[in-house]
Every structure is written in structure tokens, then in C-alpha cells.
Nanobody
Framework: QVQLVESGGGLVQAGGSLRLSCAASGRTFSITAMAWFRQAPGKEREFVAAIGWSGRDTYFADSVKGRFTISRDNAKNMVYLQMNSLRPEDTAIYYC?????????????????WGQGTQVTVSS
């Protein structure tokens, strides 16, 4: 029903910045809450950030709080993750996720729509 495609990943030095984008298509009118998750090699997928429909309610994992920001442009069906002050431990595949609910959560199982992921590598 909903397709999500991430872009903007790449290689960046520690302390640098990167902006990820997520383009939604299909039944975009049915989605409200959106989020970003990430998964490093050999580790479980973890929550990064989430945003409500209006864009006013945002949530962040403690590990990225103060460094990352999440935003959305509903007219363009886009969600963004601005990543600043990047650290090597931020290296992971980043996934965009969506759910057809006004309730914003940080749980992976609550999101039914997922993108293919985009690789972010932060060098020392």
C-alpha cells in the first residue's frame, strides 16, 4: 500500500553532517507517524527518531538527541533526517518506516511499512 525509498547515505568523516531523505508513494494519505531506525552489522535494529503528522511532535533516541533532527514535508510526501556531529558509532544502514496511526511510537514492531535502507558510514 505504501512504498518508501531512502536516499542520501554515504561516507562522511566524524564530526560531519549528512541529510537522509525518505520518499513515500502509494497510499500516502493513510500514513501519519513516520520514523527512522538503523541497524549496524551484527546488531539489532534500533530506534533513531520519529515524527507525527503535523511535524510538531518529534522523538529521538538518547544516543542521537541534540545531534539529529527529523522533519517532514507532507506536500512532497517526504521525511528527512538531518544528522550532525556524526560519530563512528552512527555507522549503520538507516531505514525509513511508516504506520497508519496518529500515535507515534519508538517500537520497530509498530511500523508496517519499511524502505530498503541506505548505508551511512562515518570514518574516524
Amino acid at each position: 500500500q505504501v512504498q518508501l525509498v531512502e536516499s542520501g547515505g554515504g561516507l562522511v568523516q566524524a564530526g560531519g553532517s549528512l541529510r537522509l531523505s525518505c520518499a513515500a508513494s502509494g497510499r500516502t494519505f493513510s500514513i501519519t507517524a513516520m520514523a527512522w531506525f538503523r541497524q549496524a552489522p551484527g546488531k539489532e535494529r534500533e530506534f533513531v527518531a520519529a515524527i507525527g503528522w503535523s511535524g510538531r511532535d518529534t522523538y529521538f533516541a538518547d544516543s542521537v538527541k541534540g545531534r539529529f533532527t527529523i522533519s517532514r514535508d507532507n506536500a512532497k510526501n517526504m521525511v528527512y533526517l538531518q544528522m550532525n556531529s556524526l560519530r563512528p558509532e552512527d555507522t549503520a544502514i538507516y531505514y525509513c518506516a511508516a504506520r497508519p496511526s496518529k500515535i507515534v511510537t519508538m517500537r520497530e514492531g509498530d511500523y508496517g511499512y519499511w524502505g530498503q535502507g541506505t548505508q551511512v558510514t562515518v570514518s574516524s
